[in-house]
């Protein structure tokens, strides 16, 4: 990676779009953090605020974990140009109003509106930029949000404006966020894996995420109104002074996020590097802090705060870049939702163990114990790093202790397979298309269709042996669409590929031991007892090389596995290639006798006549989709039914069928 060159995001102008809509979002902040005073005084309710101000926080909260489950509704561009446009609403309402209830009213809106944004702008950011550019981006980004939540302060230093106009500026803002994001409507963030990625949200780096968010919500959120009674108290400062000093820690986080990356090139560590890097961001930010807490000059607190701003905002554009690329996209939201969960979960907590706990404490140390926290998260992130030198480990391990979703209880009756939506795609060509198939224990099923339908893509789909961009696959009721090949074989699913499953350099009866290795000696004993009485020819060979078996032989010896180890499901690829008609006669019956004894069997077979023989139902795919379900009889008395389907293509042949059934009054 240090090699790869730098270059620009995968797509600016989203980035500018997201950046100003960031940028708005953030602007609001002031104003409800730090002049809630004057709010209370125009709406003629001092109680009310803080109370409202935290309804909103919650809001907001409930809002952003709400999110998710519109990933497969709506594209995320659409979701943040409606989030946008509710926003702008919400935030002329509460400028406008002179009333509680509609000041609140607004409020919620603005929470509701700020949801899409908190939980989709920095994944999709991520994932939409090469790991050389990733820093760089969410920096640039940072940078925007700390500019939108700096310039209300800025404009507070020259003019004592009041807080409705910097709600009306931030409406207009919204607005034309809105606008430029709409721009983006379709993009959405589930177009394709950007690298080796994991379903889970609770990955060492997703965790890292989640403890600095808590920190850093504690110390922004929590520790605003202690910041301003300390300036406005302790040290005796005007408003305008006050306003300075807290645009001070916003800018040096803008500064930083620009400047940062070029200085620091953090997108060039990984794995345990990078978890240094940003566990010492987290370290320094947290002891300035403190540092600016207890300062005994105010120029040192300026400084400490603006330094301070700064790190944290590096320490987010790392965790950002480290965390969404390697999670799987379905569940990259839910961790942005945590994520902002967290941070609410931060700052209520500061809030009230200042308020309650520690409330007869001077506003130095309501500070300075915030850095401590901030410090010992720093201290965690760099303590428990993952000793890997990439990323790539710690995903893989997480991947390997993946454990299956149970989708139905266990008194349920579900088909023992169920392929539901299935699709899959070879880079950017999709081949399967929204496939849906069952196979019900103690049945063998029938997988048909002509060459490159998407049989076998289908079956490495099931095994887990090709990834999946869309659908899911259960067996027993578990959710085993991202489940690791190894675990599915250990659930019970084994495959068989055209007598690939032997061991060339190996005898017949070291094949057949290695297949038992799993199961106690007598049972293996037994198992490879039957498996010879079945297969007389393979006793014949026990001390012969797999190698240099027939293609027949080959194909028994891999029957001879789920004799020997008896699997749930059994997937059989291309049963009859190469073989001829005496061997056929030979190995149908083994199927059949496998599915009687209570497994259930799907079969991919080109030959029509050798599938319907056996199996009791039959799907025919074309072109990567499903034109045909039924049972295996009733299709095997149409052969001109399967001769249209495999020469004229099955959707015209059944259309046709489907215009003889309905006779000319359906035309």
């Known amino acids: 990676m240090d090699n790869e060159p730098e270059g620009r995001p995968g797509n600016p102008r989203f980035l500018a779009a997201a950046s100003w809509q960031g940028a708005a979002l953030a602007s609001p902040l002031p104003v409800l953090l730090f ?9 003629n309710r001092l109680g009310a605020i803080t109370g409202e101000t935290a309804l909103l926080g919650a809001v907001a909260v409930v809002a952003v974990l709400a999110v998710p489950r519109l990933r497969n509704k709506l594209p995320a561009g659409i979701t943040l140009l409606l989030g946008g446009l509710v926003a702008a609403i919400g935030l002329g309402l509460m400028a406008w109003t002179v009333e509680l209830a509609l000041f609140t009213i607004g409020g919620v809106l603005l929470a509701l509106g700020a949801a899409p944004g908190m939980g989709t702008h920095r994944l999709l950011l991520a994932t939409d930029t090469r790991p050389a550019d990733r820093f760089r981006t969410l920096s640039w980004y940072w940078a925007a949000v700390a500019v939108g939540a700096s310039w209300p302060l800025l404009v507070r230093i020259f003019t004592p404006v009041a807080y409705e106009t910097v709600l009306w500026a931030s409406a207009a803002l919204m607005l034309v966020g809105a606008v430029v994001v709409g721009r983006h409507a379709l993009v959405h963030d589930e177009d394709h894996e950007v690298e080796v990625t994991v379903a889970r949200t609770d990955v060492p780096w997703a965790r890292r995420s989640y403890g600095a968010a808590f920190a850093v919500g504690a110390v922004v959120i929590g520790g605003a109104d202690a910041a301003q009674s300390l300036l406005l108290g302790e040290w005796q400062r005007s408003a305008a002074q006050n306003a300075a000093v807290l645009a001070a820690g916003a800018g040096g986080a803008a500064l930083m996020s620009l400047f940062g990356p070029w200085y620091h090139r953090l997108h060039r560590l990984t794995g345990s590097r990078r978890a240094d890097a940003v566990g010492t961001q987290l370290l320094v930010a947290g002891l300035l802090v403190f540092l600016g807490g207890v300062s005994f000059t105010y120029i040192g607190l300026v400084v400490c705060w603006l330094a301070a701003g700064g790190a944290i905002a590096m320490a987010a554009a790392g965790l950002d870049a480290a965390v969404f690329p390697a999670l799987a996209p379905e569940v990259r939201r839910s961790a942005a939702a945590r994520q902002v969960l967290y941070a609410g979960l931060g700052g209520l907590a500061a809030s009230l163990v200042n308020a309650w706990v520690i409330g007869e404490w001077s506003d130095q140390w309501k500070i300075g114990w915030l850095g401590l926290v901030l410090m010992g998260t720093g201290w965690a992130t760099r303590r428990f790093a993952t000793p890997a030198r990439d990323a790539e480990t710690a995903v893989a391990v997480a991947q390997a202790t993946t454990v299956p979703r149970r989708v139905y209880g266990l008194a349920d009756q579900p088909p023992l397979l169920s392929v539901e939506q299935v699709s899959v795609a070879y880079g950017s060509v999709q081949v399967l298309f929204d496939v849906d198939l069952a196979v019900e224990e103690g ?24 990834p999946t961009i869309g659908g899911r696959v259960l067996y027993a009721g578990l959710d085993i669409t991202k489940t690791r090949p190894t675990w599915r074989v250990g659930m019970g699913l084994h495959q068989i590929v055209g007598g690939e499953a032997v061991v060339g350099p190996l005898t017949v009866a070291d094949n057949l031991r290695l297949f038992g290795h799993e199961v106690d000696r007598s049972r293996r004993d ?58 056929i006669a030979d190995l149908l019956p083994v199927v059949r006798r496998i599915a009687d004894q209570g497994a259930a069997v799907l079969l991919v077979e080109q030959s029509v006549n ?51 059934v309905m006779g000319p009054e359906a035309h």
């Open 35 to 43: 002049q809630r005073q004057e709010i209370a005084e125009r709406l």
């Open 610 to 660: 050798i599938a319907l023989s056996v199996a009791d139902h039959a799907y025919v795919m074309e072109k990567g989709e499903i034109g045909y379900s039924g049972p295996a009889g009733q299709l095997r008395a149409r052969p001109d039914l399967l001769q249209a389907a495999y020469l004229e293509g099955l959707a015209q042949a059944l259309r046709g069928d489907e215009g003889r």
């Open 443 to 466: 049945a063998v099923v029938a997988l048909l269709g002509t060459n490159g339908a998407g049989k076998t893509t289908l079956l490495r789909a099931i095994s887990g042996l090709e």
């Open 526 to 583: 037994q198992g490879i007892a039957d498996a010879y009485e079945l297969f007389p020819r393979l006793a014949e060979r026990s001390n012969q090389r797999a190698a240099t078996l027939s293609g027949g032989e080959k194909q028994m010896l891999s029957l001879a596995k789920a004799i020997i180890m008896p699997p749930r499901l059994l997937l059989i690829d291309e049963f009859s290639l190469g073989l001829a008609p005496t061997v």
